[in-house]
């Protein structure tokens, strides 16, 4: 048994970096026991490897228990933009891997990794036949779908524009403050957040879906759920990491391929 300590940002939101998280979580094979590691407590002394997931809310007093000589993993699931720099520069000069969600994510992380580190790629898990059983035929589909944060930065505003080119309706589904003038609300509909058991039943009967990020996503589990749930997809392809991977190895975003990878690559560390 390897005691893994888990550290992951505890931000009040459910997003896909949360929801991946925990699958991997769900699925850690028995010779992995995780120890979550919150901000406001101090971790075992006993732990034998450190899981850095998303880690802007972690300072600099975290560099004293991190540096007890077990090997550190950085999980890239956002670009790390926020956050200590001390503390990021600290643990980037010691990683001894790196994991990340895409190619895309690894050819433009900010960041110089040391040259010891290993890198390597490796898809979020996903229930692909979970979206694939809500899928519904092609007849009985109907409408457009934005799901995700409504902000910017997911391109909330793209999607909307898109609907108004197109004079057509668009269902938005997530957490935010979507203010729709009212002209607009025939034509934008918004339904806040869903519960994540929702959301294949949303995808399966969904025509399109619309996602115009504003900024690079280094995945988008959501534009593989809708992929999965038989969506057409309008998407930004240059700005969504999860593209190559449905384009050249969709076999490898499976939940078993992801989940079994990954685990595969933590135990390359620590054998």
Known sequence: MVKIGWLADQVGIVGGAEISGQVLVNNAPDWAEI????????????????????????????????????????????????????????????????????????????????????????????????????????????????????????????????????????????QGNLDVPEPLQSQVRYHGPVPYTEIPGIFGKAKRFVFLPGAQESYSRTTVEAWAAGCELVIDKSKIGAWAWIENAPEQITLKAAVNRFWGLVEGVIR
């Open 35 to 174: 120890e979550f590691c919150p901000t406001n407590r101090r971790p075992p002394e006993d732990i034998e490897l450190w899981m850095l997931q998303n880690v802007v809310t972690y300072g600099q007093r975290w560099t004293e228990p991190l540096n007890n000589g077990a090997p550190l993993i950085k999980h890239f699931r956002d670009p790390w933009h926020p956050g200590d720099v001390i503390f990021r520069r600290w643990v980037l000069n010691r990683t001894a891997l790196v994991i990340f969600n895409s190619p895309l994510a690894r050819d433009t992380c900010p960041w110089p990794l040391r040259a010891r580190s290993h890198k390597a790629i490796c898809p979020p898990p996903v229930d692909i036949e979970a979206f694939e059983r809500a899928a519904l035929p092609d007849n009985e589909r109907t409408g457009n779908v934005f799901v995700g944060r409504v902000d910017y930065n997911k391109g909330i505003h793209r999607a909307i524009d898109w609907a108004l080119l197109h004079d057509e309706p668009l269902d938005v589904y997530g």
